[in-house]
C-alpha cells in the first residue's frame, strides 16, 4: 500500500533548476516593467507592462501551477481563459481609445 501511495505522487515535478530560472525570470521581467515605467512614451508602457505581465502570468501557472505537466484538457482550458481574457482587455483598450 505504501508503494501504491508512493507511485502516484512521484512524476511530474518540475527540478529545482527550472523552478530558479522561471524565478528568476519573473524577477527580471518585473525589472524591466519598471523600467518602462520610468519611460515618458505616452500609452506605450501601460500596454508593454499588461504584455509582461501576461509572459509572467503564464509562467506562473505553467510551472508554479505544474499545469505543463497536467492533462491535455487544463492547458486548453486556461488557453480558452487567456483567450476570452484578452478579448475583454481589446475591448477595454478599444474603449479607452475612443473616449
Do not use: C
Amino acid at each position: 500500500m505504501s508503494e501504491q501511495n508512493h507511485d502516484a505522487h512521484e512524476g511530474h515535478i518540475a527540478s529545482y533548476g527550472m523552478y530558479v530560472l522561471v524565478w528568476l525570470a519573473l524577477v527580471a521581467l518585473t525589472g524591466v516593467t519598471v523600467g518602462i515605467s520610468y519611460l515618458d512614451l505616452k500609452n506605450i508602457p501601460i500596454m508593454a507592462a499588461l504584455m509582461i505581465a501576461t509572459v509572467k502570468v503564464t509562467l506562473v501557472i505553467l510551472y508554479f501551477m505544474h499545469v505543463r505537466f497536467d492533462r491535455i484538457i487544463v492547458p486548453y482550458m486556461i488557453l480558452v481563459f487567456l483567450g476570452t481574457f484578452a478579448i475583454y482587455i481589446g475591448l477595454t483598450m478599444t474603449d479607452y481609445g475612443f473616449r
